[in-house]
């Protein structure tokens, strides 16, 4: 998720998911519709603080206030190291 910022966009939020399954059911790998229902799961959910100053939360898309990022103290390179150890080269 992004916020406004004095210099323009900046990141404020940070989420992955993982997403398995989902062809649709069909057993196409002789697997049983239960085996292939679509899941996802919520692997990392971080805020992040903008170097900035905010000038718009972009709430209404964002979902981020001003109380949301009040005690955050991580930042953006916190959150690419965190995202390094999670990610791979098989990952899309």
Known sequence: EMVETS???ELARVSVIMFTGGNGGNGSNGSSKEEEEEKIVVVFD???KPRRKVLDYLTEYSGITPKVLQDVDTRIE???VRLLSLI???DI
């Open 7 to 9: 210099a323009g966009p």
């Open 46 to 48: 971080e805020v992040v």
């Open 78 to 80: 916190h959150i690419q």
């Open 88 to 90: 791979d080269e098989n």
